[in-house]
């Protein structure tokens, strides 16, 4: 039974590189917490997310300042080598979004119901056509359009609605390269939402949970809400919106994907909850070995066990695995025992053995 209902084809865009629907990967998304126009900070954040398996990150541009360190943002990861996809994200004032765009950002997020009147998002959807960008509507529960609320009140419905308004409004410009986001802080309406859209239109949509909280909340809400969207078959890219580093978006994301199916990325590590015939700092250990393997390629799954009695045996599928003891473990290879390792080498065994692992 598939996990995964199949993928209605959403209409494709290009951002930078990067394709958006049209059947091509789900893609995972950020955003950087940094102040933009702070150029090293900005750039050193973005590598970081890039490392961890960002395909494309947003910025916050709030100001003239912002919108023109774009072009020297992207300038300094193309000398790192690095090829990422730079979204410029554009509240109220117009002027900002074409600046941005004029600057070299990739695509432009935007809500037309604040960007004000109809000649200002003609500006900017003619904008961003002449320089073959895509626009990101971004549609908020807590920002909808007045006369909207009066009618339907903040619900998915309503957003659905502002949602469709927007999307004519920009076709009606004579501009189509349009995605979608619908977010609200709760599950409930943020599935409903997308569910309703994604009868409507053929748009890709961007999904998330919006300001979804810390750690434990923010991750909560994000599997189960992304998780059930996507379960349906529904969306084309993802952010898992977190008050932490948005490394850690990065990290949710895509162990959401990996959940549901629908891609790979990097080792896959499975480690018991422990009990009390651990004798080893296994959250310690657990911690090290994911920290180490965040920017790995190999597609392989990593087993880190409490206790040498059931270990092997709990972790048989497991590429590699390993399994403390007191003061001594073992490293084990699909099941089978290969060696005893002294405890205190337990993790600088696995990550060397992970190394030189042949798939």
Same mark, same amino acid.
């Given at each position: ?55 494309? @990150?947003?910025?916050? %541009?709030?100001?003239? +300042? /912002? ?5 020297? $943002?992207? #300038? ?126 053929? @748009?890709?949509?961007? %999904?998330?949970?919006? +300001? /979804? ?5 923010? $991750?909560? #809400? ?138």
């Amino acid at each position: 039974m598939a996990l995964v209902k199949e993928r209605p084809t959403t209409r494709q865009v290009s951002v930078g590189s990067v394709k958006v629907g049209g059947g091509a990967p789900v893609v995972v998304q950020s955003m950087t917490n940094t102040y933009t126009h702070d150029i090293g900070a900005t750039v050193t954040q973005i590598q970081r997310l890039y490392d961890a398996g960002c395909e494309i @990150v947003r910025v916050a %541009v709030p100001d003239m +300042e /912002a919108a023109h360190a774009i072009g020297k $943002i992207k #300038k300094a990861l193309a000398l790192k080598g690095t090829d990422i996809p730079v979204i410029a994200d554009i509240h109220f004032d117009y002027r900002l979004a074409v600046a941005s765009a004029e600057a070299g950002a990739d695509a432009l997020r935007i809500n037309p119901g604040n960007i004000g009147e109809r000649w200002k998002i003609k500006a900017v959807a003619d904008c961003a056509k002449s320089l073959n960008l895509p626009i990101r509507v971004g549609v908020n529960s807590g920002s909808l359009e007045k006369d909207i609320v009066e009618k339907m009140g903040s619900t998915a419905r309503a957003m659905t609605e502002s949602a469709m308004r927007n999307i004519r409004t920009l076709e009606e410009l004579g501009f189509s390269d349009i995605k979608i986001s619908l977010k609200a802080s709760d599950v409930a309406r943020t599935v409903e939402a997308y569910r309703l859209i994604s009868t409507m239109t053929d @748009v890709p949509l961007h %999904v998330g949970v919006t +300001e /979804a909280g810390g750690l434990y909340a923010g $991750i909560t #809400k994000s599997a189960i809400g992304i998780g059930m969207i996507l379960a349906d078959g529904i969306g084309d890219t993802i952010r898992v919106s977190l008050t932490r580093d948005p490394v850690e978006e990065v990290r949710v994301g895509w162990e959401i994907l990996r959940a549901l199916g629908l891609r790979r990325r990097g080792p896959e590590i499975i480690s018991c909850p422990t009990c009390g015939r651990c004798r080893i700092n296994l959250f310690d250990i657990a911690s090290k070995v994911e920290e180490a393997l965040l920017s790995s390629p190999l597609t392989i799954k990593v087993a880190i066990m409490g206790c040498v009695v059931n270990g092997p045996g709990e972790a048989k599928e497991a590429d590699i695995g390993i399994a403390g003891g007191d003061g001594i473990g073992i490293l084990f290879k699909k099941g089978v025992v290969v060696k005893k390792v002294p405890q205190k080498d337990l993790v600088e065994t696995l990550l060397e053995e992970i190394e030189n692992y042949q798939q």
